[in-house]
């Protein structure tokens, strides 16, 4: 298990409001959005690659890239190659969490075990069996609906949804559009960094059961899943 890096505070504020009484005053109470102009930044190197660090280290929620492009003063493409740059990183205390378009700071899995006496999280309670088996479905072939889940387990899975929801694994991504609209599940950044990963491509292949891919088996079980009808299926929590 690896635990986040704790931001320093969203100190800063991303609008101004001028001297009161100066040219263009604005009225009391309203804000001024100051807009940095690419161009601003820093160019690629090494003072850009510190200045994203400061930027996630701060962001109170994972940032996209173009939040990312705007706060550094520089073009989203001078962000997605530093950004592929820092992420090869293996020397640092800290990896890069990319997951559905956003970029976060964690700890480095290879110091999981110190983070956790750090924050003295040894006791924390594990997942069941139930309930990894359900979150590693919803890892390989997300976004899953619950009757997909139950499917292919052959058991109901109310209860680790709600567990797997509740501890921030999951989160829902939609809605299926069949009959019923039932709640579609996709992980969270918070799995990846939960498992030492820095993308869904991390995740290791399936392998075989019983001589078969386990891939193609949960391919096959899918295919005979019936869509849940039910509408009162959001997670609980």
Not at 100 to 129: C, D, H, K, N, W
Not at 161 to 183: D, M
Request: proline share 8%; glycine share 10%.
């Amino acid at each position: 298990m690896v635990e986040p890096i704790a931001g320093a505070g969203a100190g800063g504020e991303r609008s101004s409001t001028p001297s009161e009484g100066g040219p263009g005053a604005a009225p009391s109470g309203s804000q001024i959005e100051l807009p940095i102009a690419a161009g601003d930044g820093p160019p690629p190197g090494a003072e850009l690659e510190a200045l994203i660090e400061a930027l996630l280290l701060v962001a109170p929620e994972p940032a996209t890239v173009e939040e990312l492009a705007r706060g550094a003063g520089v073009s989203v493409a001078a962000i997605e190659q530093t950004l592929a740059r820092l992420a090869k990183i293996e020397t640092r205390g800290w990896v890069l969490i990319q997951h559905q378009g956003t970029v976060q700071m964690a700890s480095a899995p290879r110091f999981a075990g110190a983070v956790r006496r750090f924050l003295r999280l040894e006791r924390e309670t594990r997942l069941s069996g139930p309930a990894l088996e359900a979150l590693a479905m919803i890892a390989y072939r997300q976004p899953l609906t619950r009757s997909e889940i139950e499917a292919v387990r052959g058991v109901d899975c109310a209860a680790v949804l709600a567990t797997l929801h509740t501890r921030g694994l999951i989160e829902v991504a939609g809605r299926l559009e069949t009959l019923g609209n039932p709640i579609q599940y996709a992980t969270t950044p918070l799995f990846l960094q939960r498992f030492g990963l820095r993308s869904l491509a991390d995740l290791p292949p399936l392998g075989e059961v019983e001589g078969r891919d386990a891939d193609d088996l949960i391919e096959a079980a899918l295919l005979d899943a019936t869509p849940d009808a039910e509408v009162s299926d959001a997670p609980s929590g």
